[in-house]
């Protein structure tokens, strides 16, 4: 469902449409939007909101000649929400703004420090009269315990805000093998004839699904993935051997050397990861699974993730 926007400026009904840039916008109500802001869209008033002026509150939640409610600031006034955020996370904060006359509009996200005042992270200013769409992008530190979101006008200003929504950046997976989901190696595939594998219950972590790795001789499940040049990623997989004295290892080579790589010795499960970077020119990448000194072995696996940082 797409919300037909009528932010409204004032005295005039603003209806955001293709010709102004703001069509196909994502309401707060469409099941693909992001809840982490919530009543973002002001249909239901000032709730989740905290006003600086609480008793202009009824004056501060306009409605537009279509009949769509809109946050509305004026002089100092502000509007700001807690929201749940994870640290070291980055974020897009978008949002529809109108009418900034007078003064500067200002958006800022950051930490709520012991006065209530919101240390900016990130802070942007607006101007303008016509209906606009923003997005400002961050990145969180490690403290997020009172993360805020915070609209506001200044000075003598005014200014009309809807449909603010905030969304983690979604991450870019190369490979993401949770086999209790996944019935699937692809795109991964025997390197020869030794190497039998199974997905089988109860052979993960926990008594999950796991892969069930098995060969008489050298051998591995390799696949070619598509990386790109000068990025970082993150290789992580838990892992574990049935073969005394035998290992199995994951690996990424590009263009032929090897940019990640991780054994695992024990009889248990263990976790591992390894961070790496993409050199600036790729003409080839794969990834690797087994052993390939010369040795049989019978290994378990499961939770193997290739991401982008």
């Known amino acids: 469902m797409f919300k037909k926007i009528g932010i409204g400026v004032f005295s005039t009904a603003i209806v955001l449409s293709a010709s102004i840039g703001f069509s196909g916008i994502v ?11 919530r009543n973002g869209d002001f249909e239901d008033g000032l709730n989740n909101w905290i006003l600086s002026n609480p008793n202009s ?4 939640i306009g409605t537009s000649e279509t009949g769509n409610h809109y946050l509305k600031l004026i002089h100092a ?4 929400q807690l929201v749940t955020v994870k640290p070291n996370t980055e974020y897009t904060l978008t949002f529809d703004i109108a009418g900034s006359i007078g003064s500067p509009s ?11 005042e919101i240390v900016p992270l990130t802070k942007k200013q607006y101007t303008g009269f016509k ?3 923003h997005e400002i992008k961050f990145k969180t530190e490690e403290d997020v315990s009172n993360f805020a979101v915070k609209l506001a ?11 603010v929504q905030l969304k983690e950046k979604e991450k870019s997976y190369i490979l993401n093998m949770d086999f209790d989901h996944n019935s699937s190696i692809e795109p991964l595939k025997p390197w020869d004839g030794n190497m039998k594998y199974n997905i089988e219950e109860h052979a993960g972590v926990n008594n999950s699904k796991g892969l069930h790795l098995n060969s008489l001789g050298a051998s591995a499940l390799f696949g ?3 990386l790109k040049p000068n990025t970082t990623y993150i290789l992580s997989a838990s892992g574990k051997v049935a073969t005394p004295s035998r ?7 590009v263009n032929g050397r090897t940019l990640a790589d991780m054994v695992f010795t024990s009889s248990q499960y263990e976790q591992k990861s390894f961070e790496f970077t993409t050199p600036n020119s790729i003409n080839s990448s794969e990834f690797y699974i087994g052993e390939l000194s010369g040795f049989n072995f019978d290994a378990y696996l499961d939770d193997i993730v290739l991401v982008e940082k």
């Open 27 to 37: 309401s707060a109500d469409s099941p693909s939007a992001n809840k982490q802001v």
């Open 57 to 60: 509150s009824t004056e501060n």
């Open 77 to 80: 006034d502000t509007a700001y």
């Open 106 to 116: 200002e958006v800022t996200v950051g930490n709520l420090n012991a006065t209530q």
């Open 131 to 133: 209906p606009e769409h």
């Open 153 to 163: 006008s200044t000075a003598n200003g005014r200014v009309k805000f809807d449909n």
């Open 224 to 226: 070619s993935i598509t």
């Open 247 to 253: 290992y199995v290892g994951a690996l990424v080579l």
